[in-house]
Structures are given as structure tokens and as C-alpha cells.
């Protein structure tokens, strides 16, 4: 009987499992349809699910059995979802002040593509761009202040005291507790214990004194359970555009004074004001997976949120703000949220892409090793491009390859912080009081920048 069942089974051996793939093979196939052998000329990512991939003949018929097609046309008719209403646009200036989406086409520009233009610059085109760089960020980026805050309110999670069926990894706690510590000392929570939690939950009700939470990049939502836990949150949203396995959720569920309502959907459609049950509430936006542009979509999300509610008189306000900045390396122009001040410093579409490929160099070492004295390291092309590039052939590419690791990194973290600091002053063009700071060391994370930001009088 094994015999059979082992000769009904895809022939792909799985090395992590030893053993082989337990689904059953296509017809008059050894393999399933996963790891049946493809040439990449006949596979296309599938318009609905670009994670997957079909056959180009048999799009038609996919299309029509995709097991997205079913939420798409669900998620189509909720009133909060708006194709692309914060993807921004790709023009130099920002969008109307409406929130309303632009047309037109926009093409991914991917990394190898952004590496691919570097490498064509000259010699002199390269290296005059690090210079831009450098001037830039001597010009706009002041020291970003060391601010790792462990809160006392999350003592519990910090000695590992928290339920065993709740994932604990040091590190990723670390980093989740110094966010609502750095939130805390900027004046956007406030820590309540005991009897005086339940006193000031109570009059929240009337006043909102206790702020709603939406998560953005919620993933399994281990971030909101650590708020939840405590500072005595009463409602919470977690927007997540992936389905995930082993979430809070359910945990977050089992608190009676808790009220939870996850929203499966991209952020770039979501129209944070158009949610009903959010409408009236006062929120708090965090984000600690917001990787590349969906930091800046998480902006526009908010910030176009409250221009409508305030045209539509409903109180529904962001409060504060507290995103962990990471993968600087995906952003894209159409989506950056300050297109218009990297503008007044001179930097171009095409420049801002380089600086984007750059940023990866930051964080491609060793990640244990402690990288925040960069900072004092000085770039000096001059005497890179007199070494590197005498009788080269391969010009820009060879003398990118051939730079000490710590210049590369060095490059990385100036591009990173000048892309934060965009943000940081599109926010304070919004009227918020925003800060930018490390809130974790580099051994726990290179990507450590924490953008924080609040509302300040009449609030």
C-alpha cells in the first residue's frame, strides 16, 4: 500500500524534508505542477498573484480559477478599498490634495535594472553623483540621535514571561518594545496600570482618551500583541495584504476589552477613512514590516485620511505615529511621498534610483557587527577613482566591486538616511512634530531607523 501511494506522488525530492513532494503528479508527469521543469520563456507572473507563476497558454484559463479571484471580487466591494489611491504618481509634484489615484501605466524598476544603469554611467558620472550625495547629506542630515528605550510597561515581554504559544525571538522583541518606548517618551502613549487602566478605559469612551491602533504591515500581528499586553489598547486594526499561519489573533481575541478587525488588503488601496468602525476614533499608526514603498504609502494613507475626514467633518485623526523604515532598496519613484523636496536638491528619477541600489550596500556585511561608526568615515573619490579605475575596461562596475566593504556601507547609510529624512520633513510640512532616530543598536539590526511623528495642540 506505501509502495502505491509513494508511486502516486510528484517525483521532486525535497532536501529540507527528506523526502519526496507529497502532491500528486500532473498527468503523464513524473512531477506536480510546482516543479514540473519550466524554460522561463513559457512562465508569466500571474496578473492577480504575481508570487506565482503560469503557463502564458493557460492564463486565460487561470484566471478564471485563481484562488485570489474570489477575495479580489470580494475586497472590491468594500467601501474601503480604492485601487491605487495612495500609490502616488510619477511626475515630480505630489497628488491632488484629493487623494484621488492617477491613471496610467507604471513599470517596476527592479534592482538589477537600477544596477544595470550605474554600471552604464562613466567613470566621471559616477562619481560625481557620490559627491551630490555627500553634499546632500551633509546639507540635510543631522546626527540621527541613539534612542533605545525599553519601557518599563513591557518588563513582562522583555523577561520572556509572556505565554509559550506566542513566538519569542529576543531580538525581534527588542526591537518592538524600543518602539513603544520611544513612543511613549514622545508623548503619543501613555502607560496605565492597575485600577487607573480600568478608570481611563472607561472614560475613553466618552472622550477618546485611549487612542485606536492600526497596525500597517501588520504580518501576524506579534507587534499589536505586545501593545495590546501593555498599554491597554481597546480597538485595533492590522492591515496585511497576505494571508500568514500562527497570528496573534487569536490570542488578541481572548481579551474581553479588546475589539479586533483585520483588514486583508494592500495598502495602497485602503482608504483609512472610509472604514466605519474606525470612523470617529482617534488612531495611533505603527509599523515595524513596512518594507520600501510601503512606508510611504502608510503616509499617504494617513495623512490623505485625515485632509478627507477633515473636509467631511468626521473626527477621525491620526494622533501619532511610530515606522520602522526598512529596504530603502525596493522604493520607487511613483511612490516616494517627498518627490518634490528631493527635487529642490537636485536629485532626478534616475538619481534617486542609484540611491536606492545604494542603500543595499549598507546592510550586505555582517549584520552582528557593530557598523555605527560609518558615520565617520570618509568617502574620497578622488583617490578611489585614481586606484581603481586606471586601464580598467569594466569602469564603474569594477570600481564598485573593489570599494572597501566599509565605504560601501558608508554610501548605503548616507542614501538611507537622506530618503528618511525626505519623509521626515513631508510630515512636518503636514504639521506633525516628527523625529528620526535609532532605536535599536546596530548588532540587533543595520536597519534600525525609527521615523516618529505627532499632532501637537488641539489634539
Given at each position: ?243 500568514y499561519k500562527l497570528k496573534a489573533d487569536r490570542s488578541l481575541r481572548q481579551k474581553e476589552s479588546l475589539i479586533l478587525e483585520r483588514l486583508r488588503i ?24 513596512l518594507c520600501g514603498p510601503a512606508t510611504d504609502l502608510t503616509l499617504r494613507c494617513c495623512l490623505a485620511n485625515e485632509r478627507n475626514a477633515e473636509q467631511c ?147
Amino acid at each position: 500500500m506505501k509502495t502505491k501511494v509513494m508511486e502516486n506522488r510528484c517525483k521532486f525530492w525535497v532536501p529540507k524534508k527528506s523526502r519526496f513532494c507529497a502532491n500528486s503528479p500532473l498527468q503523464n508527469s513524473l512531477f506536480c505542477g510546482n516543479h514540473t521543469p519550466r524554460t522561463n520563456n513559457q512562465w508569466i507572473p500571474c496578473p492577480i498573484d504575481p508570487s506565482h507563476s503560469v503557463l502564458q497558454e493557460n492564463l486565460g484559463s487561470h484566471l478564471r480559477r485563481c484562488p485570489l479571484v474570489k477575495q479580489v471580487q470580494s475586497l472590491s466591494t468594500q467601501p474601503f478599498y480604492q485601487k491605487g489611491v495612495n500609490a502616488g504618481k510619477e511626475d515630480e509634484q505630489e497628488e491632488p490634495e484629493t487623494g484621488i489615484p492617477t491613471s496610467g501605466c507604471f513599470d517596476i524598476v527592479t534592482s538589477e535594472m537600477k544596477r544595470n544603469a550605474v554600471y552604464s554611467l562613466n567613470t566621471s558620472e559616477f562619481f560625481e553623483m557620490i559627491r551630490k550625495i555627500e553634499s546632500v547629506h551633509a546639507q540635510i542630515c543631522n546626527d540621527i540621535k541613539d534612542s533605545y528605550k525599553i519601557p518599563e510597561a513591557c518588563g513582562v515581554w522583555i523577561k520572556g514571561e509572556v505565554e509559550r504559544n506566542v513566538p519569542f525571538q529576543e531580538k525581534h522583541v527588542a526591537q518592538q518594545a524600543s518602539m513603544l518606548g520611544n513612543l511613549e517618551e514622545f508623548g503619543v502613549l501613555e502607560r496605565i496600570d492597575g485600577k487607573e487602566k480600568c478608570e481611563l478605559v472607561e472614560r475613553a469612551e466618552n472622550s477618546n482618551g485611549v487612542p485606536a491602533v492600526v497596525e500597517f504591515g501588520a504580518g501576524r500581528g506579534y507587534l499589536t500583541q505586545m501593545l495590546a499586553d501593555c498599554y491597554g489598547i481597546r480597538r485595533v486594526f492590522l492591515v496585511e495584504r497576505k494571508a500568514y499561519k500562527l497570528k496573534a489573533d487569536r490570542s488578541l481575541r481572548q481579551k474581553e476589552s479588546l475589539i479586533l478587525e483585520r483588514l486583508r488588503i494592500d495598502i495602497e488601496d485602503l482608504n483609512l477613512n472610509a472604514v466605519e468602525s474606525l470612523q470617529g476614533l482617534p488612531y495611533i499608526a505603527i509599523g515595524k514590516h513596512l518594507c520600501g514603498p510601503a512606508t510611504d504609502l502608510t503616509l499617504r494613507c494617513c495623512l490623505a485620511n485625515e485632509r478627507n475626514a477633515e473636509q467631511c467633518g468626521v473626527n477621525c485623526y491620526l494622533r501619532g505615529l511610530a515606522i520602522a523604515t526598512c529596504c530603502h532598496h525596493l522604493c520607487q519613484w511613483k511612490h516616494y511621498i517627498n518627490k518634490k523636496y528631493l527635487t529642490s536638491l537636485g536629485i532626478s528619477k534616475e538619481e534617486f534610483h542609484a540611491i536606492t541600489w545604494f542603500t543595499s550596500w549598507a546592510v550586505d556585511a555582517d549584520h552582528g557587527s557593530d557598523l555605527s561608526d560609518v558615520i565617520d568615515i570618509k568617502l574620497h573619490p578622488e583617490s578611489i577613482e585614481g586606484e581603481e579605475c586606471n586601464g580598467d575596461a569594466n569602469g564603474v562596475e569594477a570600481i564598485a566591486k573593489n570599494m572597501k566593504a566599509i565605504e560601501r556601507a558608508n554610501l548605503g547609510f548616507m542614501c538611507k538616511k537622506i530618503m528618511d529624512m525626505g519623509r521626515l520633513m513631508w510630515l512636518k510640512e503636514h504639521g506633525l512634530q516628527t523625529r528620526l532616530v535609532k532605536y535599536v543598536p546596530s548588532s540587533i539590526s543595520p536597519e534600525n531607523h525609527l521615523l516618529i511623528a505627532r499632532h501637537v495642540g488641539g489634539r
